[in-house]
């Protein structure tokens, strides 16, 4: 989910008297939400609570989450999981990295889908 779109949410939450955590990888996103616990995740988006069938790693993850919301002891806490993905680090050289071949595709299929979107509105504009 969107780290701006559950840091949102939690604030409104806080707001209405429930307590909140946040446990995310986009620490400028949700600092700048000013939320009132996070757990930040130096992991690939769509990995908050750790690798995949590392029980033991999101155990843990979910221990510290909980920690946080039980000990926070003043507005805006920011904890850091001490965990890491990978000792090279290689996934932040690969992760989200598009060839040229695929941003033209891209750029090409959003072309396609604006001509679309304006053709939409230019015969309900047309109906009005």
């Known amino acids: 989910m969107c780290h ?4 949102l949410v939690a604030r409104v939450l806080e707001e209405s008297g429930i307590p909140t955590v946040v446990v995310g990888s986009a620490r400028d996103i949700v600092e700048e939400c000013g939320v009132a616990r ?5 992991f690939p988006l ?3 609570c ?8 999101q155990r843990s993850i979910l221990d510290m ?3 946080l ?3 926070a002891w003043q507005p805006r806490t920011t904890i850091q999981a001490p965990f890491i993905w990978s ?5 932040r050289t690969v992760f989200m990295h598009f ?3 695929e941003r033209q595709a891209f750029k090409k299929a959003g072309d396609a889908r604006r001509a679309a979107q304006a053709k939409v509105k230019e015969k309900q504009a047309g109906e009005a």
Do not use: H, I, R, Y
Request: glycine residues 8%.
């Open 4 to 7: 701006q779109t559950v840091s």
């Open 69 to 71: 919301l039980q000990g």
């Open 46 to 48: 769509g990995n908050p």
């Open 65 to 67: 989450a909980l920690d």
């Open 87 to 91: 000792e090279d680090d290689a996934w």
């Open 38 to 42: 996070f757990l930040f995740t130096d």
């Open 99 to 101: 060839t040229e071949a």
């Open 50 to 57: 750790g690798k995949p069938w590392d029980k033991e790693m």
